[in-house]
């Protein structure tokens, strides 16, 4: 999927951008734009910026408070690599059938589901942690274009 096959062209990169908690509205908009230009249909379109929100609000309650994002599209899908600038988390996983029991998150608060949701919002999700952080990278194929 992320590796042109013999006649797809190398993804382009369509936006690059550090992001806050404070910077989400904005994210939102700017991906929900992109993937409308790049021919993503409703209700897909609204999946993909929900998935994107999730994973990115993810990055944002971890160590680092601050994450990147890069938007990308390939011949056949619409990319967005998200990571956060935290610490290493082990094997993660969004593709459980039931969502895990998350345990308390930040500040006391239930922690969320948002690999879990993304994972059911795109049509594929990688998840790479090393001591860089966490890389997410979701997938929404795209119509055909003739």
């Known amino acids: 999927m992320t590796t042109p096959g013999p006649r797809e062209k ?8 550090r992001f806050t908690r404070n910077d989400m509205p904005r994210l939102r908009l700017l991906v929900e734009q992109y ?3 790049e021919g993503l249909p409703d209700p ?5 910026v929900v998935a994107m929100d999730a994973v990115a609000v993810n990055a944002v309650e ?8 890069v938007l990308q ?8 690599r998200i990571q956060d600038l935290g610490h290493d988390c082990g094997d993660l996983t969004a593709t459980d059938p039931d969502p895990p029991d998350p345990g308390p998150g930040p500040i006391g608060r239930p922690a969320g589901h948002g690999l ?9 999700i990688t998840i790479d942690s090393g001591p860089r952080g966490v890389m997410v990278t979701l997938a929404a ?3 055909h274009r003739a």
């Open 35 to 37: 993937a409308g230009r």
């Open 73 to 80: 599209r390939s011949d056949s899908h619409l990319l967005c």
């Open 62 to 69: 971890e160590p680092g408070d601050a994450g990147t994002l």
């Open 44 to 48: 897909r379109r609204g999946e993909f």
């Open 10 to 17: 190398p993804a382009v990169t369509l936006l690059e951008s």
């Open 141 to 143: 194929r795209l119509p």
């Open 116 to 124: 879990w949701l993304a994972g059911r919002l795109t049509d594929d």
